[in-house]
């Protein structure tokens, strides 16, 4: 019994010693598995992460820990007066990953910017089809109606023409579906015989290189030895995946991990309070909002609009929702994003207000709607459910009547798309901090169909935010955002809830973790302390 | 022996198809659409929407996507995930061996303390220790998984720092896989340490799993034990003058077990259902997790394919419990 006892003391005592010991190696409990590792097959933030985040580069890079765009894979681009024709000049010396099984026989070139465009775009291109060829991100920023040609200048100048001017273009080839893939490393895998390899195995220019993908446990990256913008601190990086929120808090605890994601807000206090840990938080990129569909009576009314706005106790969703993870939002796209118009007054909570509007409107008495809840928690949205009990309480103090309707999420988002609501709850966050990424896809009448689930198509706004998108000049487009801004919230098509707030709790041996906006998690520029 | 068999497996055929049926319509009936739920808030165009559907099949009629899919099957292809693309049955492999992993230790912790718990309790009779066992055994069968692993973990990870919190191994360690089996691999990969860390990381896990199983084990060994304590051919053992843990372990245990052979056999299939949520928690690489992440996905290739290999496997190891079962019990034997 006593060798018994021994034994169970060795095998379970005997390995106290923080497993991380190892300075060089960074862990990051991920949420879930990838998709895949080819980011321009998927959408999620989880594939991002493990994909272009780590292991690619794109034309232009946002800043680290901000949405300003900054020189990526081309050095620097020059953009045509009729705004059609951009011309990126390549970065020189910048080289691929060596693997097992890809040796690269030269440096990143033109070549490589032309195949991962063409593969997405070009239906007939040798490597569409690969891995089910669906390129949703590509098609939803609508690049195969913008793009005309793409064309190699040479082997370090490639030459993009639009169809129409779209001065989001540059930030969208930050996007992770932009991502630069070797062209030489297809080429060989489909010599080969194993074209699956492109996507399993990529081989890309990024700061780490893929090692090994054990399937929903363990995703291996080596530092890239001869990254371009200099070798990253950490040696190896290990995504450990982790999908409950309690358990990933428990192995930060332990030092099993340096960062994690998405913590229960209900661990939060006791994260702050624990010297082990720095709890990052920033705002997020994103916006939680109750669209009106204009299309159905009363919401047609701008009154009626106005009166729900001033009806609706935002402070207190805020304070009992998000606890504290929020702030108001006054206008459709977040205050970090430029352009943001901070002269915009927000409706107060004022009922007697709302129900004076009401009246004025005709509706005196009341009516009944609906209001729709999703039933799951997003970043911009942690309990929908909750937060459309609260808003039916207040319609209900102004004498209107709202019955909670919710779906399974898939069908939510197919009803809602389909206008079957009079309400509904959503939100969105932001792929590559331009404001035309918030009103034009989310209000602008294009979209009226679609993403837009006020189904709002007002002339006045589409005009401006139209003129937008075709001028290249920043601080005119900023200025028309801001009309666009001041149009959208005296039309109120939506009641503007709030921007979450993100946090991020790392180990306090990590330096220099920044919260990336767009929900990213870089590692690039991080170090450990010894 | 050859014509129990023989029923036994041609019963295993409108087995598969039921449970084919069954799969195939359970996931179509809960509404949600793989297509809308891959691209999110974000949207798709109607045009795009209904041609990925078509490349999906989905636009067929019920009946006939079910025909292609019995066809597909018939043909040894189980399909391919939407979400990842890829072969259902290269995701299942891959997974497979870390439920296997988890659950036989976990069926081996519940044998090693269920049955001498039973024993002791069915021998001790209405001692403390049987009512404190049987109350336990109790307490752990009506114990919410979840909950439990989530106790485990504070306890022995965080607060004690006996165990890791959750994976199949640390993650310093790194070794191609030969088998898929943490145990085996780590052994095989010759680092030192590497065996030590995969059954640490075994251990609660296996506790977890083998909670429910651990309980059901010690009340069926208990109560069986207590029938064969009263026969009189444990009397006249007794009488004879053998020692009474002779009595027990030689003569009255062989009889009891019998019964408990069954119950592991039905046990494999509570086990899956509990491998779902311990895999989740301890993020376990397994079929459980994977099984969960496809309902939610509507990956329905995904959960008709992994359903099906689930229900083969449960199947299969019925069929092995009932041979053995024959084999073991004499009085079935020669009545056949």
């Known amino acids: 019994m006593k060798s018994l006892r021994t034994l169970a003391a060795f095998v379970l005592i005997g390995y106290s010693v923080s497993q991380l010991a190892d300075a060089a190696t960074l862990v990051f409990c991920s949420e879930g598995s990838p998709e895949g590792f080819n980011p321009a097959l998927y959408t999620s933030g989880t594939t991002f992460d493990a994909s272009s985040r780590a292991i690619f580069d794109r034309l232009v890079h946002f800043r680290r820990g901000s949405t300003v765009i900054e020189p990526g894979l081309a050095e620097s681009w020059d953009i045509s007066d009729d705004g059609l024709v951009y011309t990126f000049k390549l970065r020189r010396n910048v080289k691929l990953h060596t693997t097992k099984n890809f040796t690269p026989t030269r440096e990143f070139n033109a070549d490589d910017v032309l195949y991962s465009f063409n593969r997405q775009w070009n239906k007939d291109h040798r490597d569409h089809k690969l891995s089910g060829g669906t390129y949703e991100y590509f098609n939803s920023m609508d690049m195969p109606n913008l793009l005309k040609s793409i064309d190699k200048v040479d082997d370090y100048t490639v030459r993009f023409t639009l169809n129409e001017p779209e001065a989001p273009f540059i930030a969208n080839m930050g996007m992770d579906f932009a991502s630069i893939f070797s062209a030489e490393y297809a080429d060989r895998m489909n010599a080969a015989g194993t074209p699956e390899k492109i996507d399993l195995q990529p081989v890309g220019t990024g700061p780490f290189q893929l090692l090994a993908y054990q399937k929903d446990a363990v995703i291996r990256y080596r530092v890239h030895p001869d990254y371009w913008q200099g070798k990253a601190d950490i040696d190896t990086l290990i995504f450990s995946i982790t999908p409950d929120a309690a358990v990933r808090y428990a192995k930060l605890r332990k030092g099993e991990c340096h960062v994690m994601p998405y913590p229960n807000p209900a661990d939060l206090e006791a994260m702050r309070k624990d010297p082990e840990i720095q709890l990052l938080e920033q705002e997020g990129l994103n916006i939680g909002y109750l669209a009106f569909n204009t299309e159905k009576k009363p919401f047609d009314d701008q009154l009626v609009r106005q009166a729900l706005n001033y009806a609706i106790n935002k402070q207190a969703i805020i304070d009992a929702i998000y606890l504290g993870a929020g702030v108001a939002a006054k206008n459709p796209i977040p205050p970090t994003i430029w352009s943001y118009n901070d002269d915009i007054n927000d409706y107060p909570y004022d009922p007697d207000k709302a129900k004076s509007l009401l009246a004025k409107a005709g509706y005196g008495s009341g009516f009944d709607t609906d209001i729709w809840a999703m039933p799951v928690q997003r970043p911009y949205n942690p309990n929908a459910r909750r937060m459309a009990e609260m808003i039916q309480a207040d319609f209900t103090k102004v004498g209107v009547n709202a019955k909670i309707v919710t779906f399974e999420w898939g069908e939510y988002l197919k009803r809602s798309k389909a206008g079957e609501h009079q309400t509904v709850l959503l939100g969105w966050t932001g792929d590559n901090g331009d404001p035309d990424n918030f009103l034009h896809v989310l209000l602008g009448c294009a979209a009226a169909k679609g993403a837009n689930r006020a189904r709002w198509c007002h002339k006045p706004f589409d005009d401006v935010i139209g003129q937008a998108k075709r001028t290249a000049d920043v601080a005119q487009r900023t200025e028309l955002y801001k009309r666009a801004q001041a149009i959208f919230k005296e039309q109120a098509p939506w009641v503007t809830i709030a921007h979450s707030v993100v946090f991020k709790p790392v180990r306090k041996e990590v330096v220099d973790f920044r919260i990336d906006p767009f929900g990213g998690h870089i590692f690039y520029g991080v170090s450990l302390k010894p | ?336």
């Open chain 2, 1 to 336: 022996m050859f014509r129990f068999l023989f029923t036994r497996i041609i019963l295993i055929i409108p087995t598969f198809f039921g449970v084919t049926l069954l799969t195939f319509a359970l996931i179509r009936l809960v509404p949600g659409d793989p297509v809308e739920l891959l691209v999110g808030e974000r949207g798709i165009d109607p045009a795009r929407h209904a041609m990925l559907r078509a490349e999906l099949g989905l636009d067929k009629p019920l009946l006939a996507q079910y025909a292609i899919y019995i066809k597909q099957l018939i043909g040894g292809d189980l399909g391919h995930s939407i979400v990842t693309k890829e072969p259902v049955l290269n995701e299942f492999l891959a997974l497979f061996p870390a439920t296997v992993e988890i659950s036989v230790c976990a069926i081996l912790f519940a044998l090693a303390v269920g049955i001498p718990v039973g024993i002791i309790a069915a021998v001790r009779r209405g001692s403390i220790f049987d009512y404190a066992s049987m109350g336990l055994s109790l307490t752990g069968y009506s114990m919410p998984i979840f909950w439990w692993a989530l106790l485990l973990i504070l306890l022995f990870s965080v607060n004690l720092g006996w165990t890791p919190v959750s994976g199949r191994i640390s993650v310093l360690y790194y070794f191609e896989p030969a088998t898929g089996f943490m145990l085996i691999d780590s052994w095989l990969s010759g680092e030192s340490g590497a065996f030590r860390s995969a059954v640490r990381h075994l251990a609660l896990p296996s506790v977890t799993l083998g909670t429910i199983p651990l309980a059901i084990v010690a009340r069926m060994t208990r109560s069986s034990m207590l029938e064969v304590l009263n026969e009189d051919y444990v009397r006249t053992a007794r009488a004879k003058g053998l020692a009474p843990w002779r009595v027990v372990v030689v003569h009255a245990l062989r009889n009891a077990l019998i019964p408990v052979v069954t119950v592991i056999g039905l046990a494999v299939g509570v086990l899956f259902t509990g491998a779902i949520l311990t895999e989740t928690i301890f993020a376990w690489p397994g079929v459980g997790k994977w099984l969960v992440e496809s309902v939610r996905r509507r990956d329905y290739p995904v959960l008709q394919g992994g359903v099906l290999l689930v229900a083969g496997v449960v199947m299969l190891v019925n069929l092995l419990v009932d041979v053995l079962y024959g084999l073991i019990n004499p009085r079935l034997r020669y009545q056949r």
